[in-house]
């Protein structure tokens, strides 16, 4: 299949007017053909509109047609077959077994979108018994969630597939009904076109509206604020840095009519080393830590980049065990040139920090990551904020101290987490008890005696937190949660049969868990 | 019980140190004894200080003294007994009638969510199996929602105790496990003082922490402004006008962390009058319409400011009937001097319109709203933006259609609503359906042949809607639905059985539905 470095509007290739770039292939260092075309304004502005237009069409097709159409999705992803990998490859660096693997990923996320909607219990739908000699009467009312309207989805540069054109946000939209406008990551415009063919194909089988999704090419800021500013956008969602962030939400909340983002940002995903565990364990943490941490030359937004353990027995063998296992690996080829410079930089700086140890440093090359530790005391930590930045890529630092209060005292101080994750013995539990509480207001998820890499797609996943790990703190990017980003409730008060939703009607002809005055129930 | 005029911070009253100064009767039109003091920013930073230390005590109490504590409010707030009737009266120029109405629905609301937090199943709670064998092995991921944190609630002033100090907002953020720092309206001090003691002695009989509650008065918006921006507080609860919301959301999303506001703010609640039901119910509709329209001197949320009707059969009949059954009202007694005064120019403007025609209009008085009817073309409705602003009080706008297809262009130009109600017979059902997408789109309620007013609260309303009905109209300010506002989700990887909540243990130890690997079960 060729990549013809297309924006596709309304099903149909076109040629950005604004521009063009081309993709970078960091493994070999020179640029990848063919050239990319930028979208003009009006060209966004066609996309969106073409979604807006098709939101009543797409919303009303029943849970089966969309858990269909994701399905679909799934199975034309993989009809992509080996081109998809190798250009992924080329354009992100990233190894074969790792994005093979997130394609498994990605086609699953779409498959258990396909499971929510045909168990159908995501509409929460409700229905109050009415009482008509009660004084005033109490009328028939019934409730149910529906898509707020076309959303604007930009994607990640750190997964090709799982964050970008199908991935997370792009199912969860889609399987609550909602159009996606699609900002391909300028990192991997390749793998995007690749990925928006399938998904435009399985548009065209399942014959749902060409509008239903587009997918725009380009770099810069301005496709993104011309987007997020478009009327007929209801919702935004956003993996990245803090800055992209939080210029969209800047611009979502100057809008005549505000709306939600659902940006996924920051994170240093606090590892707390208690103290017994720290006695017993000590190695074998330090070397699960340098494992997670470099895992993906640690470009993952759980990567842990913040460790804590209060000196006692064990923290000098858990800095041997962890600086060993990283002076054992080698720099690593990072996604883009500016990650890469990026990382540099932060890691240089902390190098140089005057409160700050190297406990270990692989030196960098061009393009190149290598992991680094850092080692500083609470003492330090809490009065300098420089410390408490995400720096993206294989780089953590170690803060030490004095004891449990002190711990308790460093954690009250960290801004919003996805992750938080306690290495504990059950001596320590007393001491995490603590601590659980000022976890629980600043992270979306709390780990015990694993390492925070690795995030689960399921039920009862949390990739989210309080600002600034997310825009949206009541949210998840991750997992099926994720579909109530993208949905509002609708109450209907005396409507006759023929005008409601099929999934309020009298006899429950979906067969879906309902609330009856309160009761779940599936009568 | 002598009114002290005094905030209530930490469970203690104290003056306000910023200035003074006094209720109005709008009835007698005089000013009410005592005077009020105006709190200074130190101690609304102490509130919201107190709030958040409090937070984490008061989150982890049972639902079981939660509901307890959301009933012993309602008991104490019956306690206070006539004195508050009285006082209320005064303050509103409401009447006896309705607000014991009022303070039977303030119960009634405490007691519902007492009733939700007894059922237990708002938590959300979801388990996935762990699977050890599989590559990568699937971690015990355990997932419910817990409180946001401190929420600040501003009362609004047309139901001084329904949406005020222990209204849907403060129940609903009680019931979520979130302290309430309350900023009292200066419409109705006196009432919001006592309902307070009421708050403050149920706070003190259940043994939970002062900081649970707080009562800060004043007028003016620095008060608004200090309390959103503090640090501790962690969501907002709004009921109150368009300028006065969009304030507070533009004060929460420049705050270093953003935080999500619940505004309620501004609503027409358009009337569709379909073809079939104007020609055999006009003069009915137009009887029910005008009672609606007066109720309460037209100061609800609900107010059906905006007729919409085809030119056809019953017009003339509607305008006859609405007409005749407005001339025979009086002019009311507003609940403030400044919607008085307000609502007079916002008629006096439209009278004066050169697009439109008055169809009845009942001479102002001093402090009192008289109803007002006019009537325009969708053609000239479509063009001045000035004729959708909602108007406060007992005034409406009749835009007369020439097809259906004028009303669906009609509707697809009009902002996000709280209600919209369709007057149909089952001839006009075709019409309709082609009406329902768009209502859907625009807002939270769709009513078929009532009347807007009268807001049940149930588990199956939505008193929301999207911008500019609401801040946010992904939510719900009446019914139990109002506690997701309040709610953001944790996810729990490995942890040991003692480190969980109870709602996640193993065996169901609160016996409550939850969701394992997807499905519901109670066990």
Chains 1, 2 share one sequence.
Request: negative net charge; aromatic residues 6%; contains cysteine.
């Amino acid at each position: 299949m060729n990549i013809s470095g297309e924006a596709i509007i309304g099903g149909v290739h076109e040629r950005g007017a604004a521009g063009s770039f081309k993709a970078w292939d960091p493994t070999r260092r020179d640029y990848l053909e063919p050239s990319f075309h930028m979208v003009s304004p009006d060209q966004i502005d066609r996309a969106c509109t073409l979604a807006g237009e098709a939101f009543d069409i797409f919303r009303k097709t029943s849970d089966q047609q969309r858990a269909q159409f994701l399905d679909t999705v799934a199975e034309q992803i993989l009809a992509l077959g080996d081109e998809l990998i190798e250009r992924a490859m080329a354009e992100s660096g990233l190894p074969r077994a790792r994005l093979e693997g997130e394609r498994g990923r990605t086609c699953g996320q779409l498959r258990m979108f396909a499971e929510l909607l045909r168990e159908g219990s995501w509409v929460d739908a409700r229905m109050d018994t009415p009482l008509p000699e009660r004084t005033p009467p109490r009328p028939d009312l019934r409730y149910k969630l529906i898509g707020v309207g076309p959303v604007a989805v930009f994607a990640a540069s750190n997964f090709p597939l799982a964050f970008s054109v199908a991935g997370g946000d792009t199912a969860s939209a889609f399987a609550a009904g909602c159009p996606v406008v699609l900002k391909a990551h300028s990192a991997h415009p390749g793998t995007s076109e690749l990925v928006a063919r399938a998904v435009v194909k399985a548009v065209q089988l399942c014959g749902l509206p060409a509008g239903v999704f587009a997918l725009l090419t380009g770099t810069g800021n301005g496709i993104g604020q011309a987007l997020v500013g478009h009327p007929a956008i209801q919702a935004v969602g956003f993996t990245g840095s803090r800055s992209g962030g939080t210029a969209l939400m800047a611009v979502a909340a100057a809008r005549k009519q505000p709306i939600p983002v659902y940006a996924e940002m920051s994170s240093i995903n606090p590892l707390f080393i208690m103290p017994q565990a720290l006695a017993t364990r000590a190695t074998e943490i330090g070397k699960g830590f340098a494992a997670s941490l470099t895992m993906g030359v640690g470009q993952f937004c759980t990567n842990p980049g913040l460790v804590l353990a209060v000196d006692g027995p064990g923290l000098e063998q858990f800095c041997a065990a962890a600086s060993q296992a990283l002076a054992e690996t080698q720099a690593g080829v990072m996604l883009t040139q500016g990650i890469a410079e990026s990382y540099r930089k932060s890691v240089d700086t902390l190098h140089g920090h005057e409160t700050v140890t190297t406990l270990a440093r692989i030196e960098h090359e061009e393009g190149k990551g290598g992991a680094a530790l850092f080692r500083t005391s609470a003492e330090h930590f809490l009065t300098r904020h420089e410390l408490h930045a995400e720096v993206f890529g294989p780089a953590s630092v170690l803060v030490v101290c004095k004891d449990v209060g002190e711990l308790r005292q460093v954690t009250e101080l960290l801004e919003g987490q996805l992750t938080a994750t306690l290495q504990i013995d059950p001596a320590d539990y007393d001491a995490a008890e603590l601590l659980l509480p000022a976890l629980e207001r600043k992270v979306g998820r709390i780990l015990a005696n694993g390492f925070p890499t690795g995030v689960e797609v399921s039920s009862a996943m949390v990739h989210g937190g309080p600002f600034p790990a997310t825009a949206d703190g009541r949210s998840t990017s991750v997992g099926t949660a994720a579909i109530e980003r993208f949905l509002r409730p609708v109450c209907y008060q005396n409507l006759p049969q023929r005008l409601l939703p099929a999934a309020l009607r009298d006899g429950n002809p979906l067969g879906i868990w309902r609330r009856k005055d309160g009761a779940l129930t599936k009568e």
